[in-house]
């Protein structure tokens, strides 16, 4: 697999996002509380808001939006709602974090 390095953990604070623009659109990188680093589509499956401005609680995040709680470990809406968004494989060597190119263009296809 192809890896792209796309910053550091510390450009993330706790419980926040980063947005990495790519050729397929944009991917919001998300940090845990506890350090965990997800990177999934930056729309919400609802109506298109920027997953990134939400609020990150464990291993999620809330639309901005409409309140949607969208699964940073499988990209799939929480409770009620139906949809998903895609996610992307993230490695993180030392504190350099990097995003799966392939991933990426197979889902760009």
């Known amino acids: 697999m192809n890896w792209i390095a796309i910053g550091t953990l510390s450009d993330i604070p706790r419980r926040g996002a ?5 050729p397929e659109g944009k991917i919001a990188v998300f940090r845990t509380a506890d350090d965990q680093v997800y990177a999934i589509d930056d729309h919400c499956p609802h109506k298109g808001g920027p997953l990134s401005q939400g ?16 699964s940073l470990e499988t990209g799939k809406a929480l409770g009620a709602d139906d949809g998903a968004v895609r996610t992307i494989p993230v490695r ?3 504190e350099l974090l990097f995003i799966a190119l392939e991933a990426l263009a197979s889902r760009a296809a």
């Open 18 to 22: 980063r947005c990495v623009d790519t």
């Open 92 to 94: 993180i060597e030392g």
């Open 55 to 70: 609020i990150v609680h464990g291993t999620a995040v809330t639309c901005p939006l409409h309140n949607w709680v969208i």
